[in-house]
């Protein structure tokens, strides 16, 4: 099976900043790739599919990127709300694996 | 709008059986495959189980193969999956989610709230 691995698990920023989190898959995956948010005690919600379409109502400083085994999210300009553990999953076929998460914490 | 509200979670004992039941409104619901999503206390996302939206084809993670079955009744606009064996390590929210698509190659575009399935003695 193929697995998704996440980098960095962790990070903490400023408000602003550029946040980019990293999602590698063990074997290629084209574009078959999706990102969540989920907040504090809030469910999941999809923020991009397709590695790089933004789901619709998503602000716009959301980016997703990649092709293959190498995909990238990015904030542009990292909000307070935007305090989140990010998923990636990828969806080409089943198993459809998550990522280990990446925990966004306000500095 | 679309809406999922699970039921069916509680506390069983290792070796138990439990069925979920996921409620759903607002789509044509036999158009989408539905799936089972778990989140341990404290940790990560973890895919279950996915069925398509005529309910043929079935998949599974290996975690839960051979003891957990998903469902559904389309007439009824419900999915379901009965747990069996349960295991301590079977303890998370379960989440109902709806794909995108009515087959497997799916994101997630709507979510329920979660039903609590805790296994323990």
């Known amino acids: 099976d193929i697995q998704m691995t996440q980098s960095p698990s962790s990070l903490s920023a400023s408000v602003g900043d550029r946040v980019t989190i990293t999602c590698r898959a063990s074997?290629?995956?084209?574009?078959?790739l999706a990102w969540y948010q989920q907040k504090p005690g809030k469910v999941p919600k999809v923020l991009i599919y397709?590695?790089?379409t933004l789901q619709s109502g998503v602000p716009s400083r959301f980016s997703g990127s990649g092709s293959g085994t190498d995909f990238t999210l990015t904030i542009s300009s990292l909000q307070p709300e935007d305090v989140a553990t990010y998923y990636c999953q990828k969806y080409n076929s089943a198993p459809l694996t998550f990522g280990g998460g990446t925990k966004v914490e306000m500095k | 709008d679309v809406h999922l509200l699970e039921s069916g979670g509680g506390l069983i004992q290792p070796g138990g059986s439990l069925r979920l039941s996921c409620a759903a409104s607002?789509?044509?619901?036999?158009?989408?495959?539905m799936s089972w999503v778990r989140q341990s206390p404290g940790k990560g996302l973890e895919w279950v189980s996915l069925i398509i939206g005529s309910g043929s084809d079935k998949y599974y993670a290996d975690s839960v193969k051979g003891r957990f079955t998903i469902s559904r009744d389309n007439s009824k606009n419900t999915l379901y999956l009965q747990m069996n064996s349960l295991r301590a390590e079977d303890t998370a929210v379960y989440f109902c989610?709806?794909?995108?698509?009515?087959?497997?190659?799916?994101?997630?575009?709507?979510w329920g709230q979660g039903t609590l399935v805790t296994v323990s003695s």
């Open positions: 607002g789509f044509t619901f036999s158009s989408y495959a």
């Open positions: 397709q590695a790089s």
């Open positions: 989610a709806k794909a995108r698509r009515g087959h497997s190659g799916s994101w997630f575009d709507y």
């Open positions: 074997q290629g995956i084209s574009n078959y």
